[in-house]
């Protein structure tokens, strides 16, 4: 699977920074507000934080390998 390089720096920028900041924001606005399910939404955002990664990380092996065979 590979992507073009704007869409996986953009990908990246999210994973390494915005979902685990966001994550952790939710997590502390439920408890500060006693908001119901923040573990539940913290946790989901987390999930999809692996997802992407191991998506880009697939990308990632792909690209270099098919640069070593040309």
Do not use: H
């Not at 073009?4 to 390494?16: A, F, I, Q, R, T």
């Not at 924001?25 to 987390?46: A, K, N, Y």
């Amino acid at each position: 699977m590979k992507i073009k390089d704007s869409v996986y720096d953009k990908l990246k920028w999210v994973c390494m920074f915005f979902l685990p900041a966001f994550a952790v924001f939710s997590r502390t606005i439920t408890q500060i507000w006693g908001l119901p399910f923040g573990d539940e939404i913290s946790s989901t955002i987390v999930a999809i934080n692996v997802l992407l990664s191991a998506m880009l990380g697939i990308s990632n092996i792909a690209y270099y390998n098919s640069k070593e065979e040309s």
